[in-house]
């Protein structure tokens, strides 16, 4: 293993003291290998987060350490694991790679990359992420859960997480939070932290370098071991974002799940204007789920908070409202009426 390899985000819970080389051959990747590749061409994404989330800027010649895996950002790259190792693209600045299918109008052409090799073991064996995940933690009971879902990307679900947090540490409570689906990059999990969660963790600690294209039971896996982390830390209330929206293919299956709303106590809505809110509560709704408020990108235009009020029924919270501690308190018993309801 050279020092100039630079390794991403994706692989931070992977020790370098792992890693013996790089397997010789043309081997199939699978999601959440680690592979060595050499930056062939600057594209999209000029930097790379590192495991303690610095940006490094990349140059052609470089050679990085990053994990095979999907993406699905409608924003961004759609992308899908290779069936080889020929060259693909830097799909994800915490370090994914991946071949691009689709890409928004407004994104430059992906960064490409050549892999070198799959990274081995000691033992001769590909090193995955799978393998180097949180295990499920012995706990009496779970926290109070909220978790926070939207209509899309940036409609501000991380934002709400986060103010959310805020209130609930304002009013004296132990909160731990949680991103359980998405692409691994370490800027929302450290916006937790920022808010004041004492425990935060993200999908990637559960062995998953991208949630796309994962099915049902996968993503329970995923759920139950960040919340099982949760309560064993001591969390009194966790508060965890599920990526992307409700018409996303992975976010449906597991928000519309009987499971997962055994594992909810309370759901936030984030949007970004009023139809989007309204057509949200309804899938939530007719799915039996606990919807508390709403908030999101909207709440910064007041003709669309009262739009949104008059046409859910709804509170609709400010981020600023959130990050009080009788507000964000207020939730929980909110919450509590709802599922004796």
């Known amino acids: 293993m050279s020092n100039d390899w630079k390794f991403a985000y994706t692989t931070r819970r992977v020790s370098r003291r792992r890693v013996a080389g790089v397997m010789a051959g043309d081997h199939a990747p699978r999601a959440g290998d680690l592979v060595l590749a050499e930056v062939l061409e600057i ?67 992906p960064t490409r990359i050549a892999p070198v090799g799959l990274l081995h073991d000691h033992a001769g064996q590909r090193i995955n992420l ?23 990307m940036n409609s501000g679900k991380t934002t709400t997480t986060a103010h959310l947090v805020r209130g609930l540490r304002a009013a004296g409570l132990r909160v731990g939070a949680a ?13 937790m932290r920022d808010a004041g969660a004492e425990v935060v963790y993200d999908f990637t600690d559960a062995g998953v370098a991208s ?11 995923i759920v139950d071991t960040l919340l099982g982390n949760l309560a064993a830390a001591g969390a009194e209330v966790a508060v965890f974002e599920v990526a992307d929206g409700l018409l996303q293919a992975e ?47 909207l709440t910064s235009a007041p003709l669309a908070v009262r739009e949104t009020a008059a046409a859910t029924g709804m509170p609709v919270l400010t981020y600023d409202e959130l990050a009080t501690g009788a507000v964000a308190e207020s939730l929980i018993p909110r919450a509590q009426a709802l599922l004796a309801a």
Not at 211 to 221: I, N
Not at 258 to 275: I, K, S, T, Y
Request: negative net charge; glycine residues 14%; hydrophobic residues 40%.
């Open 43 to 109: 594209g999209q994404h000029a930097r790379l987060e590192g495991p303690d989330s610095r940006r490094a800027s990349l140059f052609a010649g470089d050679q990085i350490v990053v994990c095979y895996g999907n993406r699905y950002a409608p924003d961004q790259f759609e992308g899908h694991v290779p069936a080889d190792l020929s060259e693909c693209d830097l799909v994800a600045a915490g370090g994914v790679a991946a071949r691009v299918t689709a890409c928004h109008r407004r994104m430059d052409p």
């Open 130 to 152: 799978r393998d180097h995940g949180l295990t499920p933690a012995p706990h009496a009971g779970r926290p109070t859960t909220i978790a926070v879902v939207g209509t899309s």
């Open 179 to 191: 991103k359980v689906t998405g692409t691994g990059a370490g800027g929302d999990a450290w916006l």
């Open 211 to 221: 949630t796309s294209l994962l099915d049902l039971p996968a993503l329970h896996g």
């Open 251 to 297: 976010t449906a299956a597991l928000v519309g799940s009987p499971r997962f709303a055994q594992a909810v106590d309370g759901m936030l809505f984030a949007a970004g204007e009023a139809m989007g809110a309204a057509a949200g509560v309804s899938w939530l709704r007719e799915r039996g789920l606990p919807v508390l408020a709403i908030s999101g990108v």
